[in-house]
T-cell receptor, first 115, second 114 residues
Framework: DAGVIQSPRHEVTEMGQEVTLRCKPISGHDYLFWYRQTMMRGLELLIYFNNNVPIDDSGMPEDRFSAKMPNASFSTLKIQPSEPRDSAVYFC?????????????FGPGTRLTVL | AQKVTQAQTEISVVEKEDVTLDCVYETRDTTYYLFWYKQPPSGELVFLIRRNSFDEQNEISGRYSWNFQKSTSSFNFTITASQVVDSAVYFCALTLYSSYKLIFGSGTRLLVRP
């Protein structure tokens, strides 16, 4: 089975530009998570979805960030406008979600650099 | 509040040495799960193990073993006869039964030298 797929793997953009990160969860998983990894803050949850519906977006840093899940096999995380402090690795993860403690499986991440 | 502490920022060992990575957690909940993930130099996060709060049995998987002790709120990870391929950052994480949020420690960078 394919794991979680993320694209692009690397993104370099200039401040003020719009950035869109993409994720395809593992087939059959009902929960999708977006995490951000930085040196200063480590790994932190941004938002998660259940059956395509956003459940908790309390980790989204500010209004410049938005996430959508139009169907069970695709999600996007958008930053508009991007700023240098958004530079980080963004991970998408998915889980069955039958229990809160089901294992979350992570994608390879997108390394974002905002100049 | 919940918290995971990995006090060892970086560990360096010579190949074939045994090494233990420490993980201490804090929570007032009685039902929770603990995880270990590996992040190799390529950057992905690889799931290693999941353990629930009611199961304190130690677990062994090949060269990997985990020691869960509720009395000390610790969930330590030991690699026996380390290999260069074990070089990575290892994260311990906690999730509560009431939440889907994974709370990660800051990670321990393990360098295994040939």
């Amino acid at each position: 089975d394919a794991g979680v797929i993320q694209s692009p793997r690397h993104e370099v953009t200039e401040m003020g530009q719009e950035v869109t990160l993409r994720c395809k969860p593992i087939s059959g998983h009902d929960y999708l998570f977006w995490y951000r990894q930085t040196m200063m803050r480590g790994l932190e949850l941004l938002i998660y979805f259940n059956n395509n519906v956003p459940i908790d977006d309390s980790g989204m840093p500010e209004d410049r960030f938005s996430a959508k899940m139009p169907n069970a096999s695709f999600s996007t995380l958008k930053i508009q406008p991007s700023e240098p402090r958004d530079s980080a690795v963004y991970f998408c993860a998915s889980s069955h979600g039958r229990q809160t403690t089901d294992t979350q499986y992570f994608g390879p991440g997108t390394r974002l650099t905002v100049l | 509040a919940q918290k995971v502490t990995q006090a060892q920022t970086e560990i360096s060992v010579v190949e074939k040495e045994d090494v233990t990575l420490d993980c201490v957690y804090e929570t007032r909940d009685t039902t929770y799960y603990l995880f270990w993930y590996k992040q190799p130099p390529s950057g992905e996060l690889v799931f290693l193990i999941r353990r629930n709060s009611f199961d304190e049995q130690n677990e062994i998987s090949g060269r990997y073993s985990w020691n869960f002790q509720k009395s000390t709120s610790s969930f330590n990870f030991t690699i026996t006869a380390s290999q260069v391929v074990d070089s990575a950052v290892y994260f311990c994480a906690l999730t509560l039964y009431s939440s889907y949020k994974l709370i990660f420690g800051s990670g321990t960078r393990l360098l295994v030298r040939p």
